[in-house]
């Protein structure tokens, strides 16, 4: 039996902590983990698809995180995993309040293609409360992100800010 290629989708804006365990825990059972950043969320993204794809793959760098590729993708998750031949795709939970989101998520893409399947991987405790969007209040507002996100992100943050 073939081990599946696996891709990990998101807005990515930006990369956090969080996100990178998902990828060290998800490299562990995916030799291919393609790490796929979507250019047009439904939510209007903080960094252009040209500087979340520069920062995740910066940041993965400088967490000594090697062997992931990073690419973009516009239109439906699902045509894009197909296009790179993947058969997983990896999403991260942490509370509750994910988990409709994730379930209604991996239903959908599994009506519109049941070959691929949705691998959830339960956060890490610490990261439980982590999110890009708590990173770019905090950092809005002069809070300390040294412990959410690799320094490249911070950089990134405060030149934009
Ligand atoms: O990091 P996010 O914003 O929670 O990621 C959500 C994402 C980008 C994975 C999801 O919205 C997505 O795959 N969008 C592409 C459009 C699509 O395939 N929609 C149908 C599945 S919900």
């Known amino acids: 039996m073939s081990i599946p290629n696996a891709i990990y989708p998101g807005s990515f804006d930006p990369i956090t902590y969080g996100h990178i365990d998902i990828v060290r825990r998800a490299k562990k059972l995916f030799p291919r983990l393609v790490i796929a950043i979507v250019a047009n969320p439904n939510k209007r993204p903080f960094f252009s ?3 979340r ?5 910066e940041a993965l760098a400088e967490t000594g995180v090697c062997g992931i590729e990073v690419i973009s993708y516009d239109g439906l ?5 197909k296009g790179i031949g993947a058969t997983a795709v990896v999403r991260g939970l942490r ?3 994910d988990f409709d989101y994730e379930f209604q998520m991996a239903l959908t893409n599994r009506n519109l293609d049941s070959e691929i399947e949705t691998v959830l991987f339960m956060t890490a405790g610490c990261y439980s409360f982590l999110s890009s969007s708590i990173v770019k209040e905090v950092k809005r507002f002069g809070g300390d992100i040294d412990s959410f996100v690799p320094k490249i992100v911070e950089e990134a943050l405060a030149r934009k800010f």
């Open 49 to 51: 698809i040209t500087e």
């Open 53 to 57: 794809v520069k920062i995740t793959k």
């Open 77 to 81: 998750l699902i045509d894009c995993a």
């Open 95 to 97: 509370a509750n309040s």
